[in-house]
């Protein structure tokens, strides 16, 4: 089945993403594989996650757009474990469609997000898919030794915390899909960018992974619902939450549309793509963790403290 | 575009894994991200392949050497990089064909090959496919400190060295796609099992990578067949190298099948599929390789050790 691939043409892929792969241990993707140096004392991390044409990403998404999802959601499970980025693997399905231009556009997505979050390529693989494209990252991180913050952990009584508003993705894909419904929604074209832009690239909570590491019990990105997810963590912890509706924090987009139209708020909790930080910790951590993410440059007002896991 | 799926779906088939993901760093499956902890002194090597149904396997292979190959591609990468194994991530995007007894397979066949080499499941993700059936794996072993073997190293005046014999994949795969060739070949019915198995089921060399280490000035795996990734190697290495095809080691089916048709040896040397070790050392370090590899079980009469970079 596997045909020799033009040496030209798949040089001129890889050529695409050498320009990425500045990090010594990548040697300039000309090796088999990519060497890491752990620093001493550290445990790596490690996560991978892929997303495929037509079921995480629209086939005519701009490729800059996948890139970053692609990465961003590997990126979201880092942050939410307290690690520091260290690197990631990509291996791209390239459908007969994604030709020069589009790999072009996918190398440079990559290459932004990998400077932004400092997150080097280190390798990966390129081949041709006779169905859609698929991108598989694995991503790596390093922690203090034992530190990766678990899903397990979480003790009665703790808060419930989430580190920007929920929901906001889910509505975006549902203008995505049909931008009609933003008619009954009333909102305005700012509001509709800003819901759409929550699904098409996720915000990853990197700056605060220290903060997560030094405050939470347990944690997990959002990236099923809150719903979900919270249960998830709650099974892991083998505790039970409670979350009052009126504290899941909204953005004034989300809001607008939910007032018009309440089974929306379902949509908001069950949907996912959310890509914020959940977790857990005790009471008394909630303001020291509000100001360690303020200072960081993270999202933090909108932290919903009402709800306590018993 | 993206479809809650049906919670119980999805636990089934990390159900199917889960029994495989026993390194405590795996954390059950639990989690979002695996955990390792490095020993002191040594650099992970980090590698990541991807294999699709229609272009590196048949859509009917078995499940199980589905999974074999997925994960052997990637174990021939740490062996030529003279690593240990420490454990993979699996992304595996699922066609709409490949139901609960395909999972399965693929989980038994992944399974055995985890144990046989060491190298635990770390984690990973499963998703839909709307295409054919892709699985990508990232691997990391370990090397002590600044002693990967590179591609670049190769010096002039080093011989070149293969683990085991050339060309019989790319024979097994002519022979996969059409049976009746094997006529003119004149093979009987154990030579042509011989070299379909050769391409169905890679043998990485792991057994024969702290040999590899030991000698080699430079190595890589035989992926892309022998004549293009020796190209590779001395390219990195800045130096050409000569190759004797007599020296070249046949198994007997593919001598016998070249006997029959001389242009065979091109497919042979083209063809690709080998995942034998490639590398180059000094010539005085050859007898100690061939008794390094010896003790170790790997296959090394078969070495060629005629040829010379220059």
Redesign the interface.
């Known amino acids: 089945?596997?045909?020799?691939e033009p040496?030209s043409g798949e040089d001129r892929i890889i050529a695409q993403f050498r320009a990425l792969a500045r990090h010594p241990?990548a040697?300039g993707l000309?090796?088999?594989?990519?060497?890491?140096?752990?620093p001493?004392g550290?445990?790596?991390?490690?996560?991978?996650?892929?997303?495929?044409?037509?079921?995480?990403?629209?086939a005519d998404d701009p490729p800059e757009a996948v890139a970053r999802k692609a990465l961003r959601v590997n990126l979201s499970?880092?942050a939410?474990?307290g690690?520091d980025p260290a690197?990631f693997?990509?291996?791209l399905?390239l459908a007969a469609s994604a030709g020069e231009p589009w790999v072009a556009g996918f190398a440079r997505g990559l290459a932004e997000d990998a400077e932004r979050y400092a997150c080097p390529l280190?390798?990966?693989?390129t081949?041709?898919?006779?169905?859609?494209t698929?991108v598989?990252i694995?991503a790596?991180?390093f922690?203090p030794?034992d530190k990766?913050v678990?899903?397990?952990g979480a003790r009665v009584g703790d808060a419930v915390v989430v580190t920007g508003t929920i929901g906001d993705a889910a509505l975006g894909?549902r203008l995505r899909?049909d931008a009609k419904v933003a008619g009954p929604w009333m909102l305005d074209a700012a509001a509709r960018e800003f819901l759409i832009g929550r699904y098409l690239v996720p915000q990853p909570r990197n700056a605060v992974a220290v903060a997560v590491r030094r405050h939470a019990s347990a944690a997990?990105?959002v990236s099923?619902?809150l719903a979900?997810d919270l249960e998830k963590l709650c099974r892991?912890s083998g505790i039970a939450a409670e979350i009052r509706l009126a504290d899941v924090p909204l953005s004034d987009a989300a809001r607008s549309a939910i007032v018009q139209d309440a089974d929306l708020m379902e949509a908001a909790l069950?949907?996912?793509?959310d890509y914020e930080i959940l977790c857990t910790m005790a009471p008394g951590q909630v303001t020291s963790f509000r100001s360690a993410t303020a200072a960081a440059g993270g999202p933090s007002r909108n932290s919903s403290t009402g709800s306590r896991s018993s």
């Open positions: 089945v596997k045909q020799a040496q241990g040697f000309n090796d088999d594989a990519a060497a890491l140096h752990p001493a550290c445990d790596l991390v490690l996560t991978a996650d892929a997303v495929v044409a037509g079921v995480h990403f629209f499970d880092l939410a474990k690690a690197g693997l990509v291996s399905a280190l390798g990966g693989d081949v041709k898919s006779p169905g859609p698929m598989s694995a790596f991180g922690v030794n990766m678990r899903r397990a894909l899909r997990m990105d099923d619902g979900g892991a069950t949907g996912g793509d």
